[in-house]
């Protein structure tokens, strides 16, 4: 509101707004200083009472707002720029979130399929979810061999469903589940293309002629129990598999376990489950919560753990009417052998388990307490693997039916 003029010599220079950095000098020369014009009847030159304030922070703006103009362009520059990353970070989350694309998984058309499975010719098995096929892809300019999976029973309407669950299956890495390579949103067909395991489902090698040893059958479900370990504790998002059983665990090469199908229970129509009930699961494998309309937790894996592990070590069914009598469900024969000290007959005629009688009564003494009714009672996966590798001390389990309607078989 004033302009000052600086008078030496001969030499009249006006000094640029705002007007800072002033300080008195002798001899410097002659200041003019020209005030706003006022009404005030004081002397302008003069200090007003009451002005004081309000002048300083007149100055003081106009020294800072004068002096800092390209620091508040830096300023104002950094906060731009700053708002710009955070708007770019928040659209890329989102896009990652809602699009599979984005990430380390191969979007296939519906042809493309058609054509690596040569018209889905060669079927490798069926499942709660579909028809698994062997199929060959190109992958890094190589023929790679993939098991693809075609999903004829997910929820309808199920889109967003179908690209979150994919979404979450891609982002588990751990060395006992099967890996997803890619996966086919066409029009109305979804399928999901698997890493493809040459030795087949466990099934093949408990139930068919062929059996494992049972120093793999051990490996083979300390294997499993870390990797439900995994998709319980250890993933970003809890998994709750839902349907265990030996047709969902693959072997690789080395018959190390891999879990397969696990992520897809949300997908499943409540309604088409293989038992026809409001379950998801497997008829023999499932928890007794599921019809007890109870709140379904990682305990049903523990459960259906329980009766895979029991299938393990003795290389048979759990359920088998063909066996008849008080053999042909094994969760209760089981236990009665168990109770009367009976192991060897659960593994006749494999010497190899029976002289390893020790490590033997630990896995059943496991597997009765993963099939207990009470979920309560039930271990975690984590204390389960713990027990199944020596770690933690395994106690006498109770029965672990004892409010089933069919009861114990009398010995």
């Not at 006006?14 to 002798?26: A, E, I, Y």
């Not at 309309?293 to 290389?315: H, Q, R, Y």
């Not at 659960?346 to 490590?359: F, G, P, T």
Request: charged share 20%; aromatic share 10%.
């Amino acid at each position: 509101m004033c302009a000052v003029a600086i008078l030496k010599g001969n030499i009249c220079r006006k000094k640029k707004l705002p007007l800072s950095n002033g300080r008195l000098v002798n001899h410097y020369g002659t200041a003019f200083i020209k005030f706003r014009k006022t009404n005030s009847s004081q002397n302008p030159a003069l200090p007003v009472p009451g002005r004081n304030n309000q002048d300083g922070l007149v100055i003081l703006m106009s020294a800072f707002l004068g002096t800092s103009v390209f620091v508040n362009f830096i300023l104002i520059s950094v906060m731009c720029i700053g708002f710009f990353l955070i708007y770019r970070y928040k659209l890329t989350t989102i896009g990652k979130a809602e699009s599979v694309v984005e990430r380390n998984l191969r979007c296939y058309t519906f042809k493309e399929l058609l054509d690596a499975t040569e018209g889905f010719k060669e079927e490798l098995g069926r499942g709660s979810f579909g028809i698994v096929y062997k199929g060959v892809v190109q992958m890094g300019g190589s023929n790679i061999h993939v098991a693809v999976k075609k999903l004829d029973r997910i929820l309808q309407d199920g889109d967003k469903e179908f690209k979150t669950e994919v979404n979450i299956i891609g982002q588990t890495h751990h060395k006992n589940l099967v890996q997803l390579n890619g996966y086919c949103y066409d029009g109305p067909h979804r399928l999901l293309v698997y890493e493809f395991l040459s030795n087949g489902s466990l099934a093949g090698f408990l139930f068919g002629d062929l059996k494992l040893s049972w120093n793999q059958r051990t490996q083979i479900a300390v294997g499993i129990a870390r990797g439900l370990v995994y998709l319980h504790d250890e993933c970003s998002t809890q998994i709750i598999h839902c349907d265990i059983k030996p047709q969902n665990i693959l072997l690789d090469d080395y018959f190390n376990a891999r879990i397969s199908d696990f992520g897809l229970a949300k997908l499943l129509r409540i309604d088409q489950s293989e038992t026809h009930t409001a379950i998801r699961g497997t008829k023999g494998y499932v928890a007794p919560e599921w019809f007890r309309n109870m709140p379904i937790t990682v305990k049903a894996d523990v459960f259906s753990f329980g009766v895979l592990l029991l299938e393990i070590i003795c290389c048979r069914k759990n359920v088998d009417m063909e066996i008849g009598g008080e053999r042909a469900i094994l969760t209760y024969w089981a236990y009665d052998c168990y109770e009367e000290g009976m192991l060897h007959a659960l593994v006749e005629n494999d010497a190899e388990a029976i002289s390893d009688r020790k490590k033997l009564e630990r896995f059943l003494i496991v597997a009765i307490w993963c099939i207990q009714e009470d979920p309560s009672l039930r271990p975690t996966m984590k204390k389960v693997m713990l027990m199944l590798e020596g770690i933690l001390e395994v106690t006498a389990p109770p029965c672990p039916h004892p409010f089933s309607t069919m009861g114990r078989s009398s010995a």
